[in-house]
């Protein structure tokens, strides 16, 4: 049974660092991509990242590129979301999401992933 849970999330202030975890569970099967997305009270949900688990491609919204860095470890079948450089602007939950079936092109559509975590909260103060 599929399983994402996002840990790693809390208060940090302007110009610190995070790193959020999604721990991943399958019935044996792997995901093609993973995503970060995130949603700011009163906001829509918003592409952070996504990886490729087979050959590691990646993309970031142009909002976090340079900042936030997204990383597998296929051992311990976890994806991280390194978040440097932390503004207020990224203030919002942030969930993980998984499919098995995406088209690399459709990764930053949130609509592209069949499976959720239940978020972590993100706040960052100035």
């Known amino acids: 049974q599929e399983q994402l849970v996002e840990s790693g999330g809390g208060l940090a202030q302007a110009g610190d660092s995070l790193r959020l975890s999604c721990t991943i569970t399958?019935?044996?099967?792997?995901?093609?991509?993973i995503g970060w997305f995130r949603q700011a009270p009163g906001e829509e949900q918003e592409f952070v990242a996504a990886?490729?688990?087979?050959?590691?491609?990646?993309a970031y919204s142009d909002s976090v590129k340079g900042r936030f860095t997204i990383s597998i470890d296929k051992v311990k079948n976890t994806v991280y979301l390194q978040m440097d450089s932390l503004k207020p602007e990224d203030t919002a939950v942030y969930s993980c999401?998984?499919?098995?079936?995406?088209?690399?092109?459709?990764?930053?559509?949130?609509?592209?992933?069949?499976?959720w975590g239940q978020g972590t909260q993100v706040t960052v103060s100035s």
């Open positions: 999401a998984a499919s098995y079936s995406t088209i690399w092109s459709s990764v930053r559509q949130s609509r592209a992933y069949a499976y």
């Open positions: 399958t019935s044996g099967r792997t995901f093609r991509d």
């Open positions: 990886i490729r688990w087979i050959g590691g491609a990646t």
